[in-house]
T-cell receptor
Framework: DGGITQSPKYLFRKEGQNVTLSCEQNLNHDAMYWYRQDPGQGLRLIYYSQIVNDFQKGDIAEGYSVSREKKESFPLTVTSAQKNPTAFYLC?????????????FGQGTRLTVV | AQSVTQLDSQVPVFEEAPVELRCNYSSSVSVYLFWYVQYPNQGLQLLLKYLSGSTLVKGINGFEAEFNKSQTSFHLRKPSVHISDTAEYFCAVNDKAAGNKLTFGGGTRVLVKP
């Protein structure tokens, strides 16, 4: 089945460590997105990519990094510079964002700093 | 920058009663509008979208929304809710003038009571 897969579902990180969240899609979508979700704050855009080897910062990019080396993959690294990384992270993709195509979401990764 | 406001953070409603969730956005130039639903610890699913044409849009599970350009609003309605409609609902705007970013509102949590 086509879809978007995030792994792991739950992730624990020690203070000062970098961690990488995986996002893979087999929908042949051009655009991919990373969002952070905190209670009562909706979804805030971290990074997005409309084509391979290109990506743009969203509204809260500080302390995060991404790469887009393949069309189907858009990993997110939460670095030690991110002061409050505990949150629910959602990855999404869309086929043609400029033409009103909807975003398809993964099941999310819940990151907790211990 | 585009902003999306969902005026109610929580909406309690009795089963079989109607519900309306309000959404306003800041810029009406070249936008596409979406409503998504999120069940606990899951990703988001598309309920409906407005691209152009008729201002009344019908979606899945009996939901509908009305686009009002002059009021920059896209309110979601359902005439009779079920217990299974208990979830969080997000309004989103795809702003072509802002690099095709998909911006979300803060969400409205709907609690359907028996």
């Amino acid at each position: 089945d086509g879809g978007i897969t995030q792994s792991p579902k739950y992730l624990f990180r020690k203070e000062g460590q970098n961690v990488t969240l995986s996002c893979e899609q087999n929908l042949n979508h051009d655009a991919m997105y990373w969002y952070r979700q905190d209670p009562g704050q909706g979804l805030r855009l971290i990074y997005y990519s409309q084509i391979v080897n290109d990506f743009q910062k969203g509204d809260i990019a500080e302390g995060y990094s991404v790469s887009r080396e393949k069309k189907e993959s858009f990993p997110l690294t939460v670095t030690s510079a991110q002061k409050n990384p505990t949150a629910f992270y959602l990855c999404a993709s869309s086929i043609r964002p400029g033409q009103g195509s909807e975003a398809f979401f993964g099941q999310g990764t819940r990151l907790t700093v211990v | 920058a585009q902003s999306v406001t969902q005026l109610d953070s929580q909406v309690p409603v009795f089963e079989e009663a109607p519900v309306e969730l309000r959404c306003n956005y800041s810029s009406s130039v070249s936008v596409y509008l979406f409503w998504y639903v999120q069940y606990p610890n899951q990703g988001l699913q598309l309920l409906l979208k407005y691209l152009s044409g008729s201002t009344l849009v019908k979606g899945i599970n009996g939901f509908e929304a009305e686009f009002n350009k002059s009021q920059t609003s896209f309110h979601l309605r359902k005439p009779s809710v079920h217990i299974s409609d208990t979830a969080e609902y997000f309004c989103a705007v795809n702003d072509k003038a802002a690099g095709n970013k998909l911006t979300f509102g803060g969400g409205t949590r709907v609690l359907v009571k028996p």
